[in-house]
């Protein structure tokens, strides 16, 4: 219906930009730059010179600080890396425990021993997570050398990984992974 024969869903059409610009008008007391002098010139005269004023510096913008909703927003800066952080410390816990104690990842959540400590632990990096990135701080700021951004992602998925591998290694084989 109004199509040609020719049109497929994956040939993309070609459309026209079209982009405006408008010039914002001069404050009393500014004097326009050289750019802005030979474009109005181009476009339309004007009539009446403008007055030659020392010109005026803009205030600078101030840092705005992200609020915790911008940054445990889904797409925001914190909530993989809490759970990459908080996926690091578990796995390299659960290891521990498993060779120390002998008991599973299953065994270790099952009990509820550990709850009290996982709870201290969720809260203090969280915390320690979102101070910073409210402060304005970006996490790429603080990347130096080895220890960069995307490793700290990387390595946070990879122990996330981990204790799914974990978990479901001892559910398959009924053993923890350290006795496998």
Same mark, same amino acid.
């Given at each position: 219906?109004?199509? #040609?024969?020719?049109? =497929?869903? !994956?040939?993309?059409?070609?459309?026209?930009? +079209?982009?405006?610009?408008?010039?914002?008008?001069?404050?009393?007391?500014?004097? /326009?730059?050289? &750019?802005?002098?030979? =474009?109005?010139?181009?476009?339309?005269?004007?009539?009446? /010179?403008?007055? #030659?004023?020392?010109?005026?510096?803009?205030?600078?913008?101030?840092? $705005?600080?992200?609020? %915790?909703?911008?940054?445990?927003?889904?797409?925001?800066?914190? /909530? &993989?890396?809490?759970?990459?952080?908080?996926?690091?410390?578990?796995?390299?816990?659960?290891?521990? %425990? &498993?060779?120390?104690?002998?008991?599973?990842?299953?065994?270790? $959540?099952?009990?509820?021993?550990?709850?009290?400590?996982?709870?201290?632990?969720?809260?203090?990096?969280?915390?320690?997570?979102?101070?910073?990135?409210?402060?304005?701080?970006?996490?790429?700021?603080?990347? #130096?050398?080895?220890?960069?951004?995307?490793?700290?992602?990387?390595?946070?998925?990879?122990?996330? +990984?981990?204790? %799914? !591998?974990?978990?479901?290694?001892?559910?398959?084989?009924?053993?923890?992974?350290?006795? %496998?």
């Amino acid at each position: 219906v109004g199509r #040609s024969a020719s049109w =497929s869903p !994956a040939v993309p059409r070609r459309r026209a930009l +079209l982009v405006r610009a408008q010039i914002e008008p001069l404050q009393p007391g500014v004097e /326009p730059t050289k &750019e802005e002098t030979t =474009s109005a010139s181009t476009s339309s005269p004007s009539p009446t /010179p403008s007055p #030659s004023t020392t010109p005026v510096a803009p205030k600078p913008k101030a840092k $705005a600080n992200p609020s %915790v909703w911008d940054a445990l927003a889904f797409s925001g800066p914190a /909530p &993989e890396r809490i759970n990459g952080r908080l996926a690091m410390v578990g796995f390299v816990a659960a290891l521990s %425990v &498993e060779a120390a104690r002998g008991g599973g990842l299953l065994d270790q $959540a099952g009990s509820g021993a550990g709850l009290g400590w996982f709870l201290t632990t969720a809260a203090v990096f969280s915390v320690a997570s979102l101070v910073p990135l409210l402060q304005g701080q970006s996490v790429e700021s603080k990347s #130096s050398g080895v220890w960069t951004a995307d490793a700290e992602l990387w390595n946070g998925r990879f122990a996330m +990984l981990g204790l %799914v !591998a974990l978990a479901v290694t001892e559910f398959i084989t009924g053993t923890p992974f350290v006795n %496998v």
